[in-house]
């Protein structure tokens, strides 16, 4: 099984045909999404913008909504921002959730024509080696979202690195790579304490490796990108 990377914000605008695809966003979209379905959310509904997110709660009113800004900032007028610690008392038994960021939604939303879709974290690392090695995918293509001007991305090019041990047959030690996301460029803002919408209590539900025993496939419905658990 060939593995590669791609980043996200290095790409250009022509698109080819990918076999699997993971979709990195450890911190934070896609460990919020794996909490948000440890709450009982249904499933999750990637939007990649505001008004298009509002647009879809009108068609699902009982759907509830998370999501942030580049930076992380919440947006106004949404449930929850993209906080796995503002899930944790939760209830969302029996209900969907729409979900906008600025790197990981569209991460996913870019790569929608792949012939098999995960959004990947490191609470859910194992699980979704799992299910890309059922696939027997020809190659697994893992996008690293976290990348910026002003970020290293390391909390996700850590992910990616465990899950190709995991697909190369290796048991590498998950703590190495939880220690990463803590010191990478992004997590170590969550540990400064001078931000409220990046709260040190994110950082330590992110980086806890295996956390969920489920991955999350992205699959089209009735027009519309949906997240379940596989």
């Known amino acids: 099984m060939r593995t590669r990377r791609l980043f996200l914000n290095r790409l250009n605008p022509a698109q080819e045909a990918y076999d699997a695809v993971v979709v990195i966003d450890v911190l934070r979209s896609f460990s919020t999404a794996a909490y948000a379905f440890g709450a009982g959310a249904t499933a999750i509904y990637p939007v990649d913008t505001i008004a298009g997110a509002f647009q879809l709660q009108r068609t699902l009113p009982c759907a ?14 949404f449930d929850f921002g993209n906080s796995p610690s503002a899930l944790q008392g939760a209830n969302l038994a029996g209900r969907p959730l729409i979900q906008t960021t600025a790197a990981g939604v569209r991460g996913l939303t870019r790569f929608h024509s792949s012939r098999a879709l ?7 690392g194992r699980a979704t080696a799992r299910a ?10 893992f996008v690293i979202t976290g990348e ?38 992004f997590g170590r803002r969550f540990q400064a304490g001078n931000n409220t919408n990046l709260p040190a209590s994110d950082l330590v539900l992110c980086a806890q490796t295996d956390r969920f025993d489920f991955a999350l496939r992205a699959s089209q419905t009735d ?8």
């Not at 509830?64 to 947006?75: Q, S, Y």
């Not at 995960?118 to 859910?124: K, M, P, Y």
């Not at 909390?155 to 030690?173: F, T, V």
């Open 223 to 230: 027009g519309r990108m949906q997240l379940l658990r596989s």
């Open 64 to 77: 509830m909504t998370t999501g942030a800004v580049g930076g992380g900032d919440p947006i106004p007028g």
């Open 118 to 124: 995960f959004a990947g974290s490191l609470v859910i």
């Open 132 to 141: 890309l090695l059922s696939l027997q995918p020809a190659e697994v293509c």
């Open 148 to 185: 910026w001007v002003d970020r290293d991305g390391d909390e996700d090019i850590a992910c990616a690195d465990y899950l190709e041990a995991l697909l190369h047959g290796d048991e590498p030690d998950p703590t190495l790579y939880a220690d990463r996301v803590r010191n990478s460029d």
